[in-house]
């Protein structure tokens, strides 16, 4: 064996750290962020007037069904968000990935946002179809909590003057609230719920008819997108303020020192 | 029996709450990106 290659960092951690490198993300995200924005915009239009306009009624419900394409999104997304979350605060405590924190923090907030969305619009489609605003349902319950493990990792990561000290507590956090992902996707098989099973899964044929299960994933694919432009977006932003800071903070010591000489 | 205004209302917050991240964001990166720039300049040039 060579003497090199012996003491060669694994190959998995090398391309992890050459990701990680905040100046690599910057060429990177700022290529393909004008694509995503885009994409996930002319998706999501497309999606939504045939959702509105198109796509067939229910034979139940009705109308009604049509906020399915704008609920389900939200709701795979509030998961989905949840989960990526998760990871990142995963490679920020094992790996300390530069980048993962600063990820991690810009996730937070756009994750809360569409799990509120995923409720309100939940509650909209609840009222006229089972009576109520608002069950204590098994789902709505998980997703409520949801949102306050969202709520929770923005408060938790801005509560300490160490900004490091705020990330790993968060990182805990975000990975203990992993339990309630699959709780939220079994609650309606667990628990006898007012919402209904899921209709769409991995393995299996989805239940619902494919005119209306078109329009579903177009929607689902548009806001997937836009989620990830939003969220690499702030993190990009995110890295230019710290190098700001840096910047800033580098420049006053240089004065400080230039000061102390004369 | 239309639940339009309940459709409306549904679609309106979830165009709403994307776009008004969309728009924030884009706002903090083009602040972020000018003062990164003007800094770096001021850097350059005490350098020169």
């Given amino acids: 064996?060579?003497?090199?290659?012996?003491?060669?960092?694994?190959?998995?951690?090398?391309?992890?750290?050459?990701?990680?490198?905040?100046?690599q993300f910057l060429r990177l995200s700022g290529k393909i962020l004008p694509w995503l924005f885009w994409s996930g915009g002319i998706f999501v239009a497309v999606s939504l007037v045939w959702g509105l306009l198109i796509a067939p009624d229910d034979w139940q419900q009705g109308d009604m069904v049509r906020i399915m394409?704008?609920?389900?999104?939200?709701?795979?997304?509030?998961?989905?968000?949840?989960?990526?979350?998760?990871?990142?605060?995963f490679l920020s405590l094992v790996w300390r990935h530069p980048l993962a924190d600063l990820a991690a923090?810009?996730?937070?907030?756009?994750?809360?946002?569409?799990?509120?969305?995923?409720?309100?619009?939940?509650?909209?489609?609840?009222?006229?179809?089972?009576?109520?605003?608002?069950?204590?349902?098994?789902?709505?319950?998980?997703?409520?909590?949801?949102?306050?493990?969202?709520?929770?990792?923005?408060?938790?990561?801005?509560?300490f003057d160490d900004p490091t000290r705020g990330y790993r507590a968060g990182a805990i956090l975000a990975l203990v609230g992993v339990i309630n992902l699959p709780i939220i996707k079994f609650s309606v098989d667990w628990w006898n719920t007012l919402h209904q099973p899921a209709s769409i899964g991995l393995t299996g044929a989805p239940t619902i008819a494919a005119s209306m299960l078109w329009p579903l994933l177009f929607s689902a694919i548009g806001f997937t997108m836009l989620f990830a432009a939003i969220t690499i977006a702030r993190t990009r932003a995110a890295v230019m303020e710290r190098r700001i800071r840096s910047l800033l903070m580098a420049k006053a010591s240089a004065v400080g020192g230039e000061g102390r000489l004369s | 029996m239309t639940h339009?205004?309940?459709?409306?209302?549904?679609?309106?917050?979830?165009?709403?709450?994307?776009?008004?991240?969309?728009?924030?964001?884009?706002?903090?990166?083009r602040s972020a990106s000018r003062r990164l720039a003007a800094i770096d300049t001021r850097r350059e040039r005490g350098r020169t």
């Fill in chain 1, 1 to 23: 064996m060579d003497a090199r290659s012996s003491v060669a960092p694994p190959r998995s951690g090398k391309t992890l750290h050459r990701f990680a490198n905040p100046g």
């Fill in chain 1, 69 to 89: 394409y704008v609920h389900v999104p939200f709701a795979w997304l509030a998961s989905a968000g949840y989960l990526s979350l998760a990871t990142c605060s």
């Fill in chain 1, 105 to 159: 923090v810009e996730i937070g907030p756009v994750g809360a946002g569409f799990t509120a969305v995923c409720l309100a619009t939940g509650s909209l489609w609840g009222k006229p179809t089972w009576g109520a605003w608002w069950v204590w349902d098994a789902r709505l319950t998980s997703v409520f909590v949801l949102f306050l493990l969202y709520l929770g990792h923005i408060a938790l990561v801005r509560a």
């Fill in chain 2, 4 to 29: 339009l205004p309940y459709i409306v209302a549904a679609y309106a917050i979830a165009i709403g709450v994307p776009l008004y991240f969309t728009v924030a964001v884009l706002f903090r990166v």
